[in-house]
């Protein structure tokens, strides 16, 4: 049981360049998120699965797209990198009973030149 | 709308001292409470938790008291150890919609030194 796995762990991007982060989970939940964290903001959600086939914006969704691909796997595609998105990406899964506890993945950091 | 704030850092204790880390929030409703854990390199880990007032969550040593009266939900430890070096997240849940979005404080690092 590997709970949440995210790849890649570490990325350089130049400004303009596109990527895709990757995330999956075994754990059968419907829910799945993706968080950014910067120092002394703590994590922002930037967009949101509540179920396969369905997709939300968070507080920070801007330059962002998601893809929920199956009920495992959440990804989440910049498609012209800037430097203000340079941080520590999370995703995490979450069932849907009570009192709504998170899964997180051990994280990517993004750097973007 | 629904918020949370928690005490700037860092805070940095000797081992063996008592730690106090405060956690406040704004919310409507009954919201659920939980602190989580971030060790060096890691993604967070759920830490405790409480999902009405007067509860208490506790795991390895730590707990919080979910306050409604004072909107708190301060983290304890009477004897922090080295390994308990991290950054703290205070964070609360509120019902309703499709799914449970969490809204983070700010985090707080604590460094314990031998």
Redesign the interface.
């Given at each position: 049981n590997a709970g949440?796995t995210q790849t890649p762990k570490f990325q350089v991007l130049k400004t303009g360049q596109s990527m895709t982060l990757q995330c999956a989970q075994d754990m059968n939940h419907?829910?799945m998120?993706w968080y950014r964290q910067d120092p002394?903001?703590?994590?922002?959600?930037i967009y949101?699965?509540?179920?396969e086939g369905?997709t939300?914006k968070?507080e920070v969704p801007n330059g962002y797209n998601v893809s929920r691909l199956n009920k495992r796997e959440f990804s989440l595609r910049l498609e012209s990198a800037a430097p203000s998105q340079t941080s520590v990406y999370?995703c995490?899964s979450?069932g849907?009973v009570?009192?709504?506890?998170?899964?997180?993945?051990?994280?990517t950091r993004l750097t973007v030149t | 709308g629904n918020s949370v704030t928690q005490m700037e850092g860092p805070v940095t204790l000797s081992e063996e001292a008592f730690l106090t880390i405060n956690c406040t929030y704004t919310a409507t409703g009954y919201p659920?409470l939980?602190w989580?854990v971030q060790y060096p390199?890691?993604?967070?880990?759920?830490l405790l938790?409480a999902?009405k007032a007067d509860d208490k969550g506790s795991n390895k040593g730590f707990e919080a008291t979910y306050r409604k009266e004072t909107t708190s939900f301060h983290l304890e430890k009477g004897s922090v150890q080295v390994s308990d070096s991290a950054v703290y997240?205070c964070a609360l849940?509120n019902?309703g919609g499709?799914?449970?979005?969490?809204i983070?404080?700010?985090?707080t690092l604590l460094a314990v030194q031998p």
């Open positions: 949440v419907n829910s998120y002394g903001m703590g994590l922002r959600l949101y699965s509540a179920s369905t939300d968070g999370f995490a979450g849907e009570g009192p709504y506890e998170q899964y997180f993945g051990p994280g | 659920s939980f989580y390199g890691e993604g967070l880990q759920l938790k999902t997240f849940a019902y499709a799914t449970n979005k969490l983070f404080g700010t985090g």
